[in-house]
């Protein structure tokens, strides 16, 4: 167990509305990052932390913004959602070690109307 | 960039062996990775293999790398009806620092009874 919580799991919102989700860990890890699965393209890397207030973009980045102000949190915020963005959100951690495996969350689902 | 590409449906019978494949466009990969999604569920890292390995086996997992052909392998020996799930290959790059990894698109494995 990675230690790693999202939230919400499970959201459903109209078009336009703000949405911002939650991604917290317990482990102190410097890295994390947000990927978004969707059939038929894997998971794609949305933004990533390499520390407080460190973010940078992904593959992926137009329409989110990310933010971490402490430690433990990095919040993903989707300022006016829209329905290419109804997708599952994963969290992940890197770990401690030189291999480089990321630490997976259970995954946030986001229906956009 | 990198680029990871995966084929999207397996289906094998009970006691067979699965082999799961993968090929990667950046010469570079340091690390490559398998991780097996549950439906409904996040991500759970299989294995690993570092690129100066030709093979890596844990119980009924082999690893197999081609670092000539960029082609990644997964076989999993004695498949049971609990293996079925997605399976991912993904790739992190020796330019890549900030730990990201680059997925492939997930392989689905059905296993029949």
């Known amino acids: 167990d990675a230690g790693i919580t999202q939230s919400p799991r499970h959201k459903v919102t109209e078009t336009g509305t703000p949405v911002t989700l939650r991604c917290h860990q317990t482990e102190n890890h410097r890295y994390m990052y947000w990927y978004r699965q969707d059939p038929g393209h894997g998971l794609r890397l949305i933004h990533y932390s390499y520390g407080v207030k460190d973010t940078d973009k992904g593959e992926v980045s137009d329409g989110y913004s990310v933010s971490r102000s402490k430690t433990e949190d990095f919040l993903l915020t989707l300022e006016s959602a829209t329905s290419s963005q109804t997708s599952v959100y994963f969290c992940a951690i890197r770990g401690a070690g030189d291999t480089g495996e990321l630490f997976f969350g259970e995954g946030s689902r986001l229906t956009v109307l | 960039g990198e680029d990871v590409e995966q084929s999207l449906f397996l289906s094998v019978r009970e006691g067979d062996s699965s082999v799961i494949n993968c090929t990667y466009t950046d010469s570079s990969s340091t690390y490559l990775y398998w991780y097996k999604q549950e439906p409904g569920a996040g991500l759970q890292l299989l294995t690993y293999?570092?690129?100066?390995?030709d093979m890596k086996q844990d119980q009924r997992l082999t690893v197999l790398l081609n670092k000539k052909d960029k082609h990644l392998s997964l076989r999993i020996a004695d498949t049971q009806t609990g293996d079925s799930a997605i399976y991912f290959c993904?790739?992190?790059?020796?330019?890549?620092?900030?730990?990201?990894?680059?997925f492939g698109q997930g392989t689905t494995l059905q296993v029949k009874p």
């Open positions: 293999i570092f690129s100066n390995m």
């Open positions: 993904a790739a992190r790059t020796s330019s890549s620092n900030t730990g990201k990894l680059i």
